[in-house]
């Protein structure tokens, strides 16, 4: 039976080179991790060929989809051992619940990250915290067995009796948990966009201790082969105003609103761990480019003369649309021709689009590109023009071609 050490060293091992998009010969790998370099040709050809490692030349590899993979997902496929491949039905049930739970918190991101969703904060709190609650209880039926999650009744137990089993209630990742809890049992009417900046730092907090806990159980990301983009969830804005809410809400909600605040912030102030809330800091930079600058200061003889030339935005408010999102308002509003990524990419490198970073157009932000209400009007009136579209397929076909 193959040593699960010796095999988690070849996993991490391929995780980095992958993580690189390095190419490499197995008797680099072998040197690295302490194998012979027959048995990582051996591995390489006869487990790991094809689905996620691929031949790039006679004696070069490169990885392709290994971080997909789990430690006891790799462990298996690379045992030679036909009992090691068996599992208890506790570890089937177990793993059942976690992937429902990976596909849950995938879910939650992809709802959050969808300007276009009026309720995406209410339903990111609902499904962050089934999330939650199936990884938990995944982890106790692994751990004490399936009838561990049951109670009479063949009734499972609440997130909160998962919680006492795993975790102490002072950690400050369980009391981040049980404030996302109380919002989505007792203060569903508070998920508000008006709060978004507030619960934006709680969400953000929620959704890294799940990637962290999830990594520590699994090995891998939960994120591996996807946009790491989808992570960031802050949104900056000002404390919303109680008189605000109290006319488009109501008096009762505005009042909620207001305790609401004052605990959270209290809150925030005892734990002081982004572990339970991120903070948000501002950094200056100096750069030669004001265009990629957040914040633009001058400086003169009188302090009153001092201005800000640029204001720090909210690109889910500026810049709404990425690239799927901006495609289906572009079909929405003409009928003219069905745009596709081909055709919509065809267009962005012809206009150069992406050359700036920050646009009226186009903001990239942490590797991911997004569009303005500014672009989509420009993009639509623009398909009135005779050849404005063909002009574009040619020339992006043209610098494939030169590719």
């Not at 761990?273 to 950094?283: H, L, N, P, Q, R």
């Amino acid at each position: 039976m193959v040593k699960k050490g010796m095999l988690l060293e070849l996993l991490d091992e391929l995780r980095k080179l992958q993580e690189k998009g390095s190419e490499f010969t197995a008797k680099e790998v072998a040197e690295s991790v302490g194998y012979s370099v027959s048995s990582i040709n051996k591995y390489f050809n006869e487990k790991l060929k094809g689905e996620y490692i691929v031949k790039v030349s006679r004696s070069l590899w490169k990885c392709n989809g290994i971080n997909k993979l789990s430690n006891d997902e790799f462990f298996r496929l690379m045992s030679q051992s036909l009992n090691t491949q068996s599992k208890s039905p506790d570890e089937i049930f177990s793993e059942q619940l976690m992937k429902r739970s990976h596909d849950a918190f995938t879910l939650a991101l992809e709802v959050y990250n969808r300007p276009t969703l009026g309720n995406r904060v209410e339903a990111f709190t609902i499904m962050m915290v089934n999330a939650w609650e199936l990884m938990l209880k995944s982890e106790l039926a692994n751990r004490e067995g399936a009838s561990s999650i049951f109670k009479e009744g063949d009734f499972s137990i609440s997130i909160r009796e998962a919680m006492c089993k795993l975790m102490e209630s002072s950690d400050n990742v369980a009391k981040n948990l049980e404030t996302l809890i109380d919002l989505r049992d007792h203060a569903i009417h508070l998920l508000i966009p008006e709060l978004q900046p507030q619960l934006s730092r709680l969400f953000q907090a929620t959704v890294l201790n799940y990637q962290k806990r999830y990594k520590a159980i699994m090995g891998n990301s939960p994120l591996a082969g996807q946009s790491v983009g989808l992570l960031s969830l802050i949104v900056d804005g000002c404390e919303p105003e109680v008189a605000v809410i109290k006319e488009t809400y109501g008096e009762l909600t505005a009042t909620q609103v207001k305790n609401f605040l004052g605990k959270f912030t209290e809150m925030a102030r005892e734990c002081d761990s982004d572990e339970f809330s991120i903070s948000v800091d501002y950094k200056l930079a100096l750069t030669k480019k004001s265009s990629e600058s957040d914040l633009s200061l001058s400086l003169s003889d009188g302090g009153e003369k001092a201005i800000i030339i640029r204001e720090t935005k909210d690109p889910d408010i500026t810049h709404p649309y990425h690239q799927n999102t901006a495609i289906a308002e572009i079909n929405l509003r003409q009928k003219i021709v069905k745009i596709t990524s081909y055709s919509f990419q065809a267009v962005v490198k012809k206009n150069k689009t992406q050359k700036t970073k920050r646009s009226n157009y186009h903001y990239e932000l942490d590797g991911r590109h997004r569009y303005s209400e500014a672009f989509i009007e420009w993009f639509v009136n623009n398909l009135n023009q005779k050849n404005w579209l063909d002009g574009a397929l040619k020339s992006h076909r043209n610098r494939r071609k030169k590719a």
